[in-house]
């Protein structure tokens, strides 16, 4: 289960994990886009079961909804992946009112309601992993940071927090924070392609992070360009 997947580091790691054998429940609020990702992976394994469903993660209950509809189609989850995330890059003095509400909702909001949503079936179980997607901003401050370091550190607390809570049920959690990577957050952005990091590794990350022993578990993993970070 992978959220904000229809481009970018979201669409890497479905791809990723279909590729590996995996059915795969995405989301996005582009339905179209969504619709090409799942085009992509039924056309390379046409033995791997994709459901799409449009939603926008800043809604409650629309994130609710699409629970539901995963525990419908699917008897587990073994991997649930909260990607979903808005970037808007600005000073706190400056933000338009109501911005950090919003990223907020996105950005951590989601994962939480999420995951709660997940949990009981995994920790019946004794087995799962959820993977959330953090950033360099989980750990440093940036220059325009503003409301958008504010999520992403809340998000990497919030991994950290419910690392420690899962450990005697046996479901892995792990944080995941990339530095500059070759998404969407980055259009425009002038310099040559090898400068920031392509989204393939980040799902590549997550593959090997899944397939460690049963009695291993990488907490957090922070990655950057080789030549460190932009700006």
């Known amino acids: 289960m992978i959220t904000g997947a229809s481009k970018g580091i979201g669409k890497a790691i479905a791809i990723k994990l279909a590729m590996e054998g995996f059915n795969v429940a995405i989301c996005a609020r582009n339905s179209a886009a969504l619709e090409e ?52 890059p600005g000073a706190l003095h400056e933000e338009p009112e109501g911005l950090l509400e919003n990223l907020m909702a996105v950005n951590v909001y989601s994962a939480y309601h999420l995951s709660r949503q997940l949990l009981p079936g995994m920790i019946s179980r004794r087995q799962g992993h959820i993977f959330n997607l953090c950033s360099t901003a989980s750990y440093k401050a940036y220059p325009n940071g503003g409301a958008y370091s504010i999520t992403k550190f809340a998000l990497l607390g919030f991994s950290r927090n419910l690392r420690e809570e899962l450990k005697q049920h046996n479901v892995k959690v792990t944080a995941i924070s990339p530095g500059p990577t070759l998404t969407a957050s980055w259009e425009g952005f002038e310099a040559p392609p090898d400068r920031l990091m392509p989204p393939e590794d980040i799902a590549n990350i ?21 030549l460190g970070d932009i700006g």
Request: net charge negative; glycine share 4%.
């Open 206 to 226: 997550v593959w090997a992070s899944y397939t460690l022993a049963a009695q291993t578990v990488v907490e957090e993993i922070l990655l950057r360009p080789v």
């Open 37 to 88: 990702t799942a085009a992509f992976i039924q056309q390379q394994r046409p033995q791997v079961q994709v459901l799409t469903v449009p939603v926008d993660m800043g809604d409650k209950q629309q994130v609710l909804g699409f629970a539901e509809k995963i525990k419908a189609s699917f008897p587990a989850v073994d991997i649930l992946v909260n990607n979903a995330g808005i970037f808007v």
